[in-house]
């Protein structure tokens, strides 16, 4: 009974390594950008088709068709930002969310319209089901255990980028006050545009896992963004290691609930959330 409830826990961290994947870009953009991307879902639903695309139409492995994605994220990021979302910023919470809810409905029609509402997924090539047995019932994915481990490295890179480097120390100078980093010399519209590139990379890394581990469609966007924002709020607001824990504490919240009914496993996630966020708005651990 204990090395049951051990491995469930265990897979309940695992997949909170996904849900910190996702919850990354968005920590970025509420954190660092200061706005919420209401498509920040149905872009990594977007790039998970266009990698389904490549695997498909060329016979790419997943591995090669998520590099090829990477710079094509980046700059569509950046594109994103520097033509479309910069119009906005600064003018009040309302018009981003507009514009970005806009964004999503034109992002899950589009799809709709191309691929159908058929349900989608890429193959991984047999990885998707092997795994490695530790002993006494305990077991561990291969690609979940992979997934884990890429998102505490992209945790490490995203925070050494931010608060170790010249261009983390631009971004958040443009973050802190524009009008002063503008004053300064330093091209805000530029530099925000960047760090949307930056955002457009961790979509891309989570989308090509994503494609590989679970099924997805055109309307699989609202979802994600829904994870992710509770793993960005459970961790704090600017806090990449906090957003880590978030998506942690709702995996295993989420496996835990399934052990009494599968009904639960989406709820439980949810009713943690509520909990914790009355209890500690700020986060568990807010950057100050």
């Not at 950008?33 to 209401?38: G, W």
């Not at 068709?65 to 003018?91: D, H, K, N, W």
């Not at 980028?161 to 261009?167: A, D, H, I, S």
């Not at 959330?273 to 651990?285: C, H, K, N, T, Y």
């Amino acid at each position: 009974m204990f090395f049951s409830w051990a491995n469930q826990i265990l897979q309940g961290v695992l997949v909170g390594g996904l849900y910190a994947m996702f919850a990354m870009g968005l920590s970025l953009s509420v954190g660092i950008m200061r706005f919420v991307n209401i498509a920040h879902g149905d872009l990594i639903v977007l790039v998970s088709f266009l990698i389904l695309s490549l695997t498909q139409a060329f016979g790419l492995d997943p591995i090669l068709a998520v590099l090829i994605t990477l710079p094509l994220a980046f700059l569509g990021g950046y594109l994103l930002q520097r033509y479309l979302l910069q119009r906005v910023i600064g003018e009040g919470v309302l018009p981003i969310i507009l514009v970005t809810f806009g964004l999503s409905i034109i992002i899950q029609n589009g799809l709709l319209g191309t691929y159908g509402a058929d349900t989608r997924k890429v193959a991984g090539g047999g990885i998707e089901t092997a795994t490695l047995m530790l002993g006494k019932g305990i077991n561990v994915g291969v690609l979940p255990l992979a997934i884990f481990v890429t998102a505490m490295v992209m945790v490490a890179g995203l925070d050494l980028l931010l608060y170790r480097t010249r261009m983390g120390a631009r971004i958040r100078a443009v973050s802190d006050d524009v009008s002063s980093a503008n004053l300064v010399g330093l091209p805000s519209a530029h530099i925000y545009a960047i760090a949307m590139g930056i955002v457009g990379v961790t979509v891309a890394i989570s989308a090509g896992f994503m494609s590989v581990w679970t099924n997805f469609d055109p309307t699989s966007g609202p979802s994600r963004l829904i994870t992710a924002f509770e793993a960005v709020v459970l961790g704090g607001l600017g806090s990449l290691w906090g957003t880590l824990i978030g998506g942690i504490v709702l995996g295993v919240a989420q496996t835990l609930g399934a052990q009494f009914d599968a009904a639960w496993q989406v709820l439980a996630g949810h009713i943690v959330f509520l909990i914790i966020f009355m209890l500690r708005p700020q986060g568990l651990f807010p950057r100050n």
